[in-house]
């Protein structure tokens, strides 16, 4: 409880750190498949001529100023690509930041957002839709279907009837990528995504936060379970996100990503699993 | 639209002496024009907080209850505008309005204010120079839809 006290404190006198890595002009063309870790939930995959964007967090506040990142942002918007695809996994305010989608709102194609979504965006200058679950949207090749994970998809507390929460997969040129967004493990969510979409060659699954756990088992992976999840995925490879990215729970610092490396090692799972640093991008597939 | 039962405290000046108040929003009608354009943009009773915080016109209807040395029941309707300020209107917003505000007497009614954290809070005045208990006052208002 008083850890849980301090933690909400915290939330509120964080003070933002410059990035490890600084990401320049992110775009590989060495690369068939290549990531970027921007921070929290925020990844760049770049699959040969197409870039995807998820839960884009450009800013260092988010809540109407009330959580301040840990870590800066390690790329200027500007230097990033023409997204073809911005993916929204669910509505709370560190996954769907209304100023960083903002700051690029002319450089991205179409926003992609669980179904119920669009009620929560206002209106930017790009195309965006909501997506049922098992639907998939087709754009120039590539595929997005909406997959179903476990979580809470409203934003204001009080607005509790929403469901507007999804998982991602996307595909284009035979590269399937899965994006978890927040969820609780449910092994028949994840086992039903693997009979439905096939092989999957890179899972992006959140590992935290992971304590207060009675609380947030309910709604988040720990590193055990991302594994778990990860297995149930029957993924080629894994890379983490959502954690030491914000005061979000009674974590210590670096405690999700400590667990998973230990994991990984106990498990030998050698390099399927990679974890990035806030800034650093990990060519996947090269060409 | 329970939540639109959640009274807002106010204090009335400019009268006899300083009243108190308690003041309740309902919105029968609003466009907003900052919502993603592929939803309606029109919204009764409930509206979502970013469909008003992030730029609308708004019908307004408050009863209130004003007491000082007497107490006094009016109402105020008319015209509510909000534009946002910062985050799209989440972080802070702007409202100015006018219209009419009845009961003992009746009285042209003017209205402006700003709102933090989604709408939830905001600080409004309003000014009906004919209402002798309390011409001015200063609202504290909780929305939560």
């Known amino acids: 409880m008083r850890a849980t006290l301090f933690a909400l404190v915290c939330v509120a006198c964080v003070e933002t750190v410059p990035p490890p890595h600084r990401l320049g002009r992110p775009e590989r063309s060495d690369a068939h498949l290549a990531v970027s870790w921007i921070g929290h939930a925020t990844m760049l995959i770049q699959i040969d001529d197409r870039f995807v964007l998820t839960d884009p967090i450009l800013v260092d506040s988010i809540g109407g100023g009330v959580s301040r990142r840990k870590v800066g942002v390690p790329i200027d918007p500007r230097d990033l690509p023409p997204l073809d695809a911005v993916l929204i996994s669910h509505m709370h305010f560190d996954h769907l930041s209304l100023d960083s989608l903002g700051k690029i709102e002319h450089r991205v194609h179409r926003a992609y957002m669980p179904q119920g979504g669009l009620v929560y965006l206002s209106n930017m200058a790009f195309d965006a839709v909501d997506v049922r679950r098992w639907e998939t949207m087709e754009d120039r090749g590539m595929q997005i279907t909406a997959v179903p994970v476990d979580h809470v998809g409203n934003r204001y507390q009080l607005d509790t009837w929403m469901h507007s929460f999804t998982g991602w997969v996307v595909r284009y040129h035979g590269v399937t990528v899965y994006v978890s967004g927040d969820t609780a493990y449910t092994g028949a969510d994840f086992r039903a995504t693997r009979e439905r979409i096939g092989h999957i060659d890179l899972a992006l699954l959140a590992i935290a936060p992971i304590h207060p756990r009675n609380f947030m088992k309910a709604v988040h992976m720990d590193p055990d379970e991302a594994l778990a999840a990860f297995a149930d995925l029957g993924a080629d490879r894994m890379i983490p996100m959502h954690f030491d990215t914000f005061v979000d729970s009674t974590d210590k610092p670096h405690e999700a990503r400590d667990r998973l490396a230990f994991l990984a090692r106990e498990k030998k799972l050698g390099d399927r699993v990679r974890i990035l640093e806030i800034g650093q991008q990990a060519v996947v597939l090269p060409k | ?145």
């Open chain 2, 1 to 145: 639209m329970l939540a639109q039962g959640v009274p807002s405290p106010e204090v009335g000046v400019g009268g006899v002496s300083p009243a108190a108040g308690l003041r309740w929003q309902l919105t029968p009608l609003l466009y907003s024009f900052g919502l993603y354009r592929k939803l309606s943009p029109w919204r009764t009773f409930v509206v979502e907080p970013l469909t008003r915080q992030s730029g609308s016109l708004e019908l307004f209807f408050s009863p209130e209850f004003l007491s000082a040395r007497t107490s006094e029941w009016i109402a105020r309707t008319g015209i509510h505008a909000t534009f946002p300020l910062l985050e799209r209107g989440e972080k802070l917003a702007i409202t100015i309005g006018a219209g009419v505000c009845f009961g003992a007497e009746t009285s042209a009614d003017f209205e402006g204010g700003v709102s933090i954290l989604f709408g939830t809070f905001g600080l409004f005045f309003s000014y009906a120079p004919g209402v002798t208990l309390a011409p001015a006052t200063l609202s504290l208002r909780v929305r939560l839809f």
